[in-house]
């Protein structure tokens, strides 16, 4: 399939299977109502109620997603039907395989950030400490600062933040293919195998999964923008937004995921 085709289907997919998306619907609406409630009273420990609970739904959400691919890996083009203990502890995985991706290069970022930005920091500081100490005029103190070392702060700082973009933009595309390894596997440690996880992006073709995440963000931003406007809509918005859209998106982005991902 070329990424047009398995956009389209991964767009009819939940059209063909109205009934099994609305029960995961379901999961969505819960969630709105939550959100919604959390909006309309104010209250400290409703506030963490709703909190804990939509956790949990979200964490069961993240499962239906693990379910999908693996019903699409089996070829089928039926949504499964929900099963609360075995999407749980899916989205469980689901979660802990995406908080590593993410650690890593939240890691390395730091470890880099010490040596490049540190001393220039540092010494910023101890400049400013010391003016400080002669005048509490905030003004003075920032107009008094050398220019050279306030540009050499900022341009330590925009490497890091350009490396760290770079960084988080390349294992945002590997934690996709993780995660659908993950469906596959049924085994975190599998999903952890970058190397494996480079090699089956390659074998699926750099260009064309490059093209696919382009596509799907494209359609992802139209989501998201529909899904604002509903939000709008006093009251009820982010109920309906919840159960029609972000469930709608979901479903969409599991079955294209899986799609790409039995491409290589």
Do not use: C, H
Not at 173 to 193: C, F, G, H, K
């Amino acid at each position: 399939m070329d990424v047009i085709e398995i956009m389209r289907d991964a767009m009819s997919y939940p059209l063909a299977n109205v009934k099994n998306w609305l029960v995961i619907a379901l999961l969505f609406l819960i969630n709105g109502i939550l959100q919604q409630l959390a909006i309309n009273y104010r209250n400290a420990y409703l506030t963490v109620i709703v909190g804990v609970i939509s956790v949990i739904v979200l964490i069961v959400i993240s499962g239906v997603f693990i379910s999908i691919m693996r019903e699409t890996f089996d070829n089928s083009s039926e949504i499964p039907m929900l099963n609360p203990i075995v999407n749980l502890v899916d989205g469980i995985k689901y979660l802990i395989t995406q908080i590593i991706y993410y650690l890593i290069p939240t890691v390395i970022t730091l470890i880099l950030a010490f040596p490049v930005t540190g001393s220039k920091v540092n010494q910023l500081l101890m400049v400013t400490s010391q003016l400080a100490a002669n005048t509490t005029n905030t003004t003075q103190i920032v107009n008094a600062i050398p220019q050279s070392l306030l540009i050499d702060v900022f341009v330590s700082i925009g490497i890091v933040a350009i490396f760290a973009l770079i960084l988080y933009i390349i294992f945002g595309l590997l934690s996709n293919i993780a995660i659908a390894r993950l469906a596959e596997t049924d085994d975190i440690t599998a999903a952890l195998n970058i190397p494996y996880i480079i090699k089956k992006i390659q074998s699926i073709g750099i260009g064309k999964y490059v093209y696919f995440i382009v596509l799907v963000f494209l359609v992802s931003f139209v989501f998201s923008l529909v899904s604002g406007l509903i939000s709008a809509i006093p009251y009820v918005g982010i109920i309906i937004a919840s159960f029609i859209v972000q469930s709608f998106a979901i479903v969409f982005i599991a079955r294209a995921t899986a799609l790409i991902y039995m491409e290589g």
